[in-house]
């Protein structure tokens, strides 16, 4: 019987623990008994986050954000004695990315060209806007290869194989950081 007792006041220390936890993570979101923080959601169909992506706002969850750009390599300053991913390596990932379940990868005779820029010089040659998850001052390797890849269509529209697709690789770290798939970037390796 004494076994018995000792089971019955773990399992109630347990619980007890464990609705501590739940109402000082709840304290956590919901401070001093006031609304959520507008900032913190409780899930894909929390009322709050459905309003702000209806406003179509341009951070819903800011916090959240600036952990995940502070995790990426991409978006921090380039490295101080920076070690850049070879041509070779570079252009040989690049064929492999047209591998999709419409298209293989890109043949070895597939015609190529390949450029190492920083990134402001990359954005102002595909005309793209500054992206806050890539350091603007860090290089990046730009490369087009004339070779079919599959978009991945739409529930719209079917995906099309288009005859060339270019792609922007961090330089230090090898991330895919953007791609467009029927543009060429470039027509010179330089």
Known sequence: MRHGHTIVKRATVVTIIFLLTVAIGVAAIHPAGGAASPTVFMGPDDPALKAC???HTQM???EAESTRLAASLPA????AN???LSRQTIEAVAKR?????LTPAAPITAVLYS??????AYEALAHETHNAAVNARRMVWVVTVHAPMAT???PSRPPEIKHVYSVAYDAETGHW??????????????
């Open 53 to 55: 992506q209806a406003a």
């Open 60 to 62: 819903c969850n800011p």
């Open 76 to 79: 921090q300053p380039p490295s």
């Open 82 to 84: 920076p070690s850049y």
């Open 97 to 101: 990315a047209a591998h999709t379940p």
């Open 115 to 120: 450029a190492l820029m920083p990134r402001s």
């Open 152 to 154: 991945d269509g739409s």
């Open 177 to 190: 950081t953007d791609a467009c798939i029927g543009c060429a970037w470039l027509n010179q390796s330089q």
